[in-house]
């Protein structure tokens, strides 16, 4: 039973650390409800409680372009740089890769006529 509470204590240490750091490193900007050193104070004076506010209530989420990486074919600036001859090329190696794909498939289909083979 010791050895529970000293990793459950060993746990909550180790996020009011992170916390803090979180709430110290974040850009004032994405701080919601409280100035950042009053989060701070929380963070530390409420170990547990005052990391999970700090993740729910204070911290904002990521919004705008920066929020999630856009794979290229997804990303419409990226696409806009294109020019049509690379558009073609790609085009056609994404044929040639999809001809590829069906020859191993139809190879891996074949079975030998003689099983002792």
């Known amino acids: ?5 000293i990793v459950l204590i060993v746990v909550a240490v180790a996020f009011t650390i992170y ?5 110290l490193l ?18 530390v004076l409420l170990p547990v409680i005052g990391g999970v506010l700090w993740l729910v209530v204070g911290k904002a989420r990521r919004t705008g372009p920066g929020a999630r990486p856009i794979a290229p074919d997804d990303d419409p ?3 806009r740089t294109l020019s049509s001859e690379e558009i073609a090329k790609r085009a056609e190696q994404d044929e040639r890769l999809r001809q590829l794909e069906q020859e191993l498939a139809d190879l891996d289909d074949d079975t ?6």
Not at 19 to 23: A, F, I, M, N
Not at 26 to 43: C, D, I
């Open 1 to 5: 039973m010791t050895r529970v509470i």
């Open 19 to 23: 916390t803090l750091v979180d709430v």
């Open 26 to 43: 974040t850009e004032r900007a994405r701080v919601r409800a409280f100035p950042k050193p009053l989060w701070a104070v929380v963070v």
């Open 77 to 79: 600036a990226f696409l």
């Open 112 to 117: 030998p006529a003689d099983p002792e083979r």
